[in-house]
């Protein structure tokens, strides 16, 4: 996933996890499966990043999201 999409799908996972509360966990891998061309870093644009900041530290109570 890339460009604007990506931010739109990591800003997404807040919500979700607001509507889902008896999720208790949560794993995220920056390693994309073996044979994919798939970025899944959060971290690869500062758009994706803000957005996982802005959407997950909540969750992350180890990440003060500095």
């Given at each position: 996933m890339a460009g604007a999409h990506k931010a739109e799908w990591i800003a997404s996972l807040g919500p979700w996890m607001r509507e889902h509360p008896n999720?208790?966990?949560m794993i995220w891998t920056q390693a994309p499966p073996p044979h994919s061309s798939a970025d899944w870093r959060f971290n690869d644009t500062p758009g994706n990043l803000k957005?996982?900041?802005k959407s997950l530290v909540p969750y992350l109570g180890c990440l003060s999201g500095d």
């Open positions: 999720v208790i966990g957005a996982f900041k």
